[in-house]
């Protein structure tokens, strides 16, 4: 992802899946109220 860390890349991956979802729902960010993600590596 072109990042300095593990963890901002994770963080961009992460923003570019949830575009990437409400681009194809037909949704904009201002139409979500939430958002529930968690990490499974703990």
């Known amino acids: ?19 990437r979802s409400l681009s ?4 904009s960010p201002s139409q979500v109220n939430f958002v529930l993600s968690g990490d499974l590596l703990d």
């Open 24 to 27: 194809s729902a037909g949704k």
């Open 1 to 19: 992802m072109g990042q300095q860390s593990y963890e901002l890349a994770e963080s961009a991956m992460l923003n570019d899946a949830i575009i």
